[in-house]
């Protein structure tokens, strides 16, 4: 009698199936935990790449995506581990006839509370890091404004703060208070007006020391190719005005100078420098 009443009071086939939905169901939320949790923790390396293909000077952004992805994957496994041993113990409520007992409503507001708590982090990281590299760019696009666009191998180019002519009045008043002789003026923009063709304002100077230039080419006789000394103010299609002059450290290894009289040559730097300022 009591294993025929056990019998009737079994669930019917509908429960135990509905059961196996609920717990598939977790299942698959716990699958997609940790799917995302690894999608994420990846997001950091592709963000960490994307920073060295720009050679942008950021700080690796893949420690908080780990930490991020690794959290989420957490966060499935104990949901799976949490649905099978809620489904076992539903499958032994329905087995031995007793009414099944509803979900813990605390278990599913603390998921969906951690749930919650690591998408506001990760909303917050992402926002920070957009704005790191907006900031970034800005900085890149600041300093690459501060060198000219067009820069060859050995020539040092720096940004002027007055227009083509101030530029190069000042430059001669330097090289007259100095004792340097300033030989001439090529104005290319001006010679190429006189065919009737335009430029932008572009002219070189040409200056030395014989003093300075002699021991040089008695050293190398091979420099006498880039002597004297030139210095180049042009202006650029946005009117910015660029002082560009041979570098020292260049000249040196071209010409295989000695160390002993690179600062013979070395004082074209302090020269654009004073006339740039």
Same mark, same amino acid.
């Given at each position: 009698?009591?294993?025929?009443?056990?019998?009737?009071?079994?669930?019917?086939?509908?429960?135990?199936?509905?059961?196996?939905?609920?717990?598939?169901? $977790?299942?698959? =939320?716990? #699958?997609?935990? &940790? @799917?995302?949790?690894?999608? /994420? !923790?990846?997001?950091?390396?592709?963000? +960490?790449?994307?920073?060295?293909?720009?050679?942008?000077?950021?700080?690796?952004?893949?420690?908080?995506?780990? $930490?991020?992805? =690794?959290? #989420?994957?957490? &966060? @499935?496994?104990?949901?799976? /581990? !949490?649905?099978?041993?809620?489904?076992? +113990?539903?499958?032994?409520?329905?087995?031995?006839?007793?009414?099944?007992?509803?979900?813990?409503?605390?278990?599913?507001?603390?998921?969906? #509370?951690?749930?919650?708590?690591?998408?506001?982090?990760? !909303?917050?990281?992402?926002?920070?890091?957009?704005?790191?590299?907006?900031?970034?760019?800005?900085?890149?696009?600041?300093?690459?404004?501060?060198?000219?666009?067009?820069?060859?191998?050995?020539?040092?180019?720096?940004?002027?703060?007055?227009?083509?002519?101030?530029?190069?009045?000042?430059?001669?008043?330097?090289?007259?208070?100095?004792?340097?002789?300033?030989?001439?003026?090529?104005?290319?923009?001006?010679?190429?007006?006189?065919?009737?063709?335009?430029?932008?304002?572009?002219?070189?100077?040409?200056?030395?020391?014989?003093?300075?230039?002699?021991?040089?080419?008695?050293?190398?006789?091979?420099?006498?190719?880039?002597?004297?000394?030139?210095?180049?103010?042009?202006?650029?299609?946005?009117?910015?005005?660029?002082?560009?002059?041979?570098?020292?450290?260049?000249?040196?290894?071209?010409?295989?100078?000695?160390?002993?009289?690179?600062?013979?040559?070395?004082?074209?730097?302090?020269?654009?420098?004073?006339?740039?300022?």
């Amino acid at each position: 009698m009591d294993t025929a009443g056990k019998i009737e009071r079994r669930a019917g086939l509908s429960d135990y199936l509905a059961a196996e939905r609920t717990f598939l169901a $977790w299942v698959r =939320t716990g #699958l997609a935990l &940790m @799917g995302f949790g690894f999608v /994420v !923790a990846r997001f950091g390396l592709f963000l +960490q790449q994307l920073q060295n293909f720009r050679q942008a000077d950021l700080e690796s952004s893949s420690g908080p995506s780990i $930490w991020f992805g =690794t959290a #989420l994957i957490f &966060m @499935g496994v104990v949901v799976n /581990v !949490a649905s099978a041993w809620r489904h076992t +113990q539903l499958v032994r409520q329905l087995d031995q006839g007793e009414p099944p007992r509803s979900t813990r409503l605390a278990q599913n507001v603390v998921i969906a #509370l951690l749930l919650a708590l690591v998408g506001l982090a990760m !909303a917050i990281y992402l926002l920070s890091v957009r704005s790191s590299s907006l900031h970034s760019g800005k900085i890149k696009e600041d300093s690459m404004s501060q060198v000219a666009p067009a820069s060859s191998k050995g020539i040092i180019t720096k940004l002027s703060n007055h227009s083509v002519d101030e530029t190069v009045a000042k430059l001669k008043n330097i090289l007259e208070s100095k004792g340097v002789t300033l030989f001439t003026v090529v104005d290319h923009s001006g010679e190429a007006a006189k065919v009737g063709m335009k430029m932008p304002a572009t002219k070189l100077l040409i200056f030395g020391n014989p003093k300075a230039g002699t021991p040089l080419m008695l050293a190398a006789p091979s420099i006498a190719i880039d002597l004297p000394l030139k210095i180049l103010v042009s202006e650029d299609n946005q009117r910015k005005v660029w002082v560009s002059y041979n570098s020292p450290e260049y000249l040196k290894e071209r010409h295989n100078l000695p160390q002993d009289l690179l600062a013979n040559i070395a004082v074209v730097e302090t020269l654009a420098a004073k006339a740039a300022e």
